[in-house]
């Protein structure tokens, strides 16, 4: 269309003045497009990409993961089962009854004169209601009940009748002796068991840390590999450019243009893999944060870390104050103690105590079941005791007290060697912040040394092979300082782990109960 408008307008210089105008407006509209179009790619990919911090990653994973869900999951119902506990410590209050509760059937009666015997016909219809209150003892494992009720009989046949039968306070108590105290030992395991479920809890957070801690910086390097791969590839292509310069004037030799040449395909071919190596990473960490695969993350490199030294004696202080681990040798040795209780109850020898003490009435009118109450009283204790058993109840008490012996000699060796897993942890931590400031330093130097073998070499002061050293040391250099920071993070938060404490702010981890509860 342009060449159209120029060949109209060539008959004159007129014309060739508005043929420049409308060159110049298309080029600057042709500019603004290209300008707009830019700025929107720019935008979008802003959008989809994410800067995110160590700290940002954490708190996402904390709060969306699965693995954060399932912790949450497990807490809810440790919760759940200790509330039952306290529950069970609480009185019970029942409602009872019987509603047209009919009976037709032959009954046998005997005759208390003659000792004769016969079936009679009994036609009745039974309705009641009674209110009931249970209180287990937890001191002495009985149950105490108190309950009140009300019957009415309505007798049907030849003769019919009515009868109102009232207890209206009934106060009875059952006891077992020498027998296993199940009260008595959820006193001791299930607080126990609560604050280890909320322990756990903190634990599994702090796992799901250091799984995040280790993705994030495989994803940072992923990334670090292939930005340098890509700027390796350009400086190869540019040292390429020189060198074949050089070639042709006899200051470089084949092999060393052969040898930058292959340089320059092997940066193209990383390139590649990098590239595959970044996905993979991504999609790790987006699992564990608990977004999808289209979410890119742009993690960034902790250029200062936090001044923490730790302490031994701290550390194994604050570890068995609020670790899981001390709790889980209390519960092997409770559990273990149970089932010595448990073998020695189950010997078969069986008493218990029976007491009852109320007052009750009848009458054939309603106000006369609550006239001139008798009182009743029944106590009891029922036994059982064998007299051969082979030795079997014996054999249980001893196997039970062999598992116990057991469990604490485990124990102690469980101490131990988590002593000697508190000190090697806190003297990888305490080396590896030393490691990072020497790597970081490391990096620095390598990246001048870099800079100015490239710098040399342009200007034909350094040979191929001392730019390829320089390269891969310079490469060496921002991975291994990539990987301390990942160590040192790690074992950070492994300590964290392992005492539940945070070293940076000074104060001990916390849940909020009434938060994931309610």
Known sequence: ????????????????????????????????????????????????QNRMSLEEAIHAARHQSVEALEARQAFISTYWAYRSYKASKLPSVYLYGDIMNFDRSLTLLQNPEDGSLKYVSSNNLQNGVGLQINQNVTLTGGTLSVFSDLSRIDQFGGSKSLTWYSRPVTVSYYQPLFTYNQFKWDKKIEPKE???????????????????????????????????????????????????????????????????????????????????????AQMVLNSLLGYDESFEVVPQISEELPDVRMDYDLVMQKSIENSSYSLDNQLNLLYAESNVAVAKASRGFSFALNARFGMSQTGSEFPQAYKNLLDQETVGVTFSIPIFDWGLGKGKVQ????????????????????????????????????????????????????????????????????????????????????????????????????????????????????????
């Open 399 to 518: 196997k039970a007290k062999a598992a116990q012996e057991v469990v604490k000699a485990q124990v102690q060796q469980y101490e131990n060697d988590y002593r000697r897993q508190m000190y090697t942890a806190v003297s990888q931590f305490n080396n590896q912040r030393q490691q990072c400031m020497v790597s970081q330093k490391a990096m620095r130097i390598a990246s001048e040394r870099y800079e100015l073998t490239m710098h040399r070499f342009k200007e034909g002061n350094a040979t191929v092979t001392d730019l390829n050293m320089a390269q891969t040391e310079n490469d060496s250099a921002v991975r291994q300082y990539v990987s301390d920071v990942s160590n040192f993070w790690t074992f950070y938060y492994r300590l964290r782990q392992y005492t539940l404490y945070d070293f940076i702010k000074g104060e001990d981890l916390e849940i909020d109960v009434n938060e994931m509860i309610f």
């Open 1 to 48: 269309m342009l060449c159209v408008l120029a060949r109209r307008m060539f008959v004159s210089g007129q014309n060739m003045r508005k043929l420049s105008l409308i060159i110049y407006i298309i080029t600057l509209m042709k500019n603004l497009l290209t300008t707009i179009l830019a700025f929107s790619l720019a935008a979008a990919t802003a959008a989809a």
């Open 194 to 280: 609560y604050e280890k479920g909320k322990r756990d809890y903190l634990e599994a957070m702090e796992g799901i840390t250091i799984n995040v801690v280790y993705a994030y910086h495989n994803l940072l390097l992923a990334k670090m590999n292939n930005d340098i791969s890509q700027s390796n590839f350009e400086n190869s292509g540019n040292m390429l450019r020189i060198a074949r310069e050089r070639l042709q004037l006899g200051n470089v030799t084949k092999a060393e243009y052969l040898q930058l040449e292959l340089r320059m395909l092997n940066d193209s071919i990383a390139i590649n893999e990098t590239a595959v190596q970044v996905r993979e």
